[in-house]
């Protein structure tokens, strides 16, 4: 390769997958995360029905425990994580994936399936707690955001890539390759464990804070600070904006379930306009979620990339509501415009929650934060496939404009809970080094 060439690679690679060595390693970890949680993903239904022998009923209720009990112990499982040290978390509950993984061949019905994917769920809860905020505290506070968009463009590679590789696996003939779906995704998430494992260690403060003290004096104090207005639950402004943002954070419902239905049952689109759809919020999640993140590194820049997201998510819903009546190309041109529209909230909206989550966290208690994080995020969206499917499918304009007023609502009540949120955090913790 001339010089000039390997010049210009080296631009371009600095460009996709930034010019910092840290931030390359962790991206090239969340393609090979992604890509092993994608292949089983892509591949899952075909996996639980034709191997497991369940029933789709049966795999709809061990997804919804699975979703309860890591509801339940999400704030715990943050807790854990400054206890036990985030770093050491992400490795920890990685190897737990990955040994889950390798259980699947071992289920053989509903009992067996919901053991399965209870513990699946609660590593990979607990995994996300550790890994979420290893990634606040290592990275400065303002290049923070932006090096966790190289991962989150990154991890889209990866899911795209695992998605491939089930599509083969399913395409084979029998069902030999779907059932060594779970054992090559264990055997990657092995590899991606010791990625994580070579990563820098950071000083984890809350973990320090968290250490049981030995004497009863000591032994007090620290019952005290287990119970004092620190905890991430007594932040009801956080707790409040985390659900709010998972009401904006519903975009992903409609890509992924309201949009392929209704390209189907209420326009007269082609059916394969749904796959040209997918391929084209990838691309676009892959390329420009860096420059969407640009210039966001504290709360009023998160909250006016929120707006964006929220700005963008309403005009979603004006666009896709008016495909009901247009028709031909006109149909076409306004779904591909819908999909932009929705693929520019999960940007914006992405790098806005980044930001929140990193500036109002406890720098002490980031694990317990993360964990709470979840807990509201999950509360905000939960509702958000059986109601919005219900409200486009079947109450007609009336629908779409119930959709649009929650938006409205959460993206202006984000701004006081945000506010709240980081007026609690100066109170309790005075002195919140922002790194």
Avoid: K
Avoid at 124 to 148: D, H, K
């Amino acid at each position: 390769m001339s010089t000039d060439a390997r010049g210009w690679a080296v631009r371009l690679r600095d460009r996709v997958l930034s010019d910092d060595p840290l931030v390359r390693a962790m991206s090239y970890q969340s393609v090979l995360s992604a890509f092993a949680e994608g292949t089983f993903l892509a591949g899952s239904a075909v996996y639980l029905i034709r191997v497991v022998g369940l029933t789709g009923t049966e795999v709809g209720l061990g997804l919804t425990v699975a979703g309860l009990v890591t509801f339940l112990v999400a704030v715990p499982l943050g807790r854990l994580a400054d206890r036990v040290g985030t770093r050491r978390t992400w490795i920890l509950g990685s190897l737990a994936q990955a040994l889950v993984f390798a259980a699947w061949p071992l289920a053989g019905g509903l009992a067996s399936f919901l053991v399965v994917a209870v513990a699946l769920e609660v590593a990979e809860s607990w995994a996300r707690s550790g890994r979420n905020a290893y990634r606040f505290a290592v990275f400065p506070r303002e290049t923070r955001v932006r090096s966790l968009a190289y991962m989150r463009a990154a991890r889209n590679v990866g899911y795209s890539l695992g998605a491939l590789a089930a599509g083969l696996a399913l395409a084979a003939p029998g069902l030999t390759l779907v059932q060594a779906l779970p054992l090559l995704t264990a055997a990657v998430l092995l590899v991606n464990t010791v990625l994580v494992a070579r990563l820098p260690v950071v000083r984890e403060p809350g973990r320090e804070a968290a250490a049981r003290p030995s004497t009863q004096g000591e032994a007090r104090a620290w019952w005290r600070r287990t119970r004092d207005p620190r905890r991430a639950l007594a932040n009801r402004g956080f707790l409040l904006t985390s659900v709010l943002d998972g009401v904006l954070g519903s975009h992903q419902v409609l890509l992924n379930v309201v949009v392929p239905v209704w390209v189907v049952q209420e326009t007269d689109a082609p059916r394969e306009l749904v796959a040209v759809l997918f391929g084209l919020n990838t691309v676009m999640a892959v390329t420009l979620q860096v420059a969407a993140s640009r210039g966001v590194a504290d709360v009023a820049s998160s909250l006016r990339s929120e707006r964006r997201g929220a700005a963008c998510l309403l005009l979603s819903f004006l666009v896709l509501l008016t495909t009901h009546e247009t028709l031909g190309w006109a149909t076409v041109l306004l779904l591909v415009l819908g999909h932009v529209t929705i693929t520019g909230s999960e940007l914006w909206q992405s790098a806005g929650q980044w930001g929140l989550q990193a500036e109002l966290s406890d720098p002490e208690r980031r694990g317990e934060y993360q964990g709470v994080a979840q807990l509201g995020y999950t509360a905000g969206n939960v509702w958000a496939p059986a109601a919005f499917t219900w409200l486009t499918m079947g109450q007609g304009t009336w629908g779409w404009g119930v959709l649009l007023a929650l938006v409205v609502v959460a993206a202006v009540g984000l701004h006081p809970a945000a506010r709240a949120a980081e007026r609690h955090l100066a109170r309790v913790a005075p002195e919140p080094a922002r790194v």
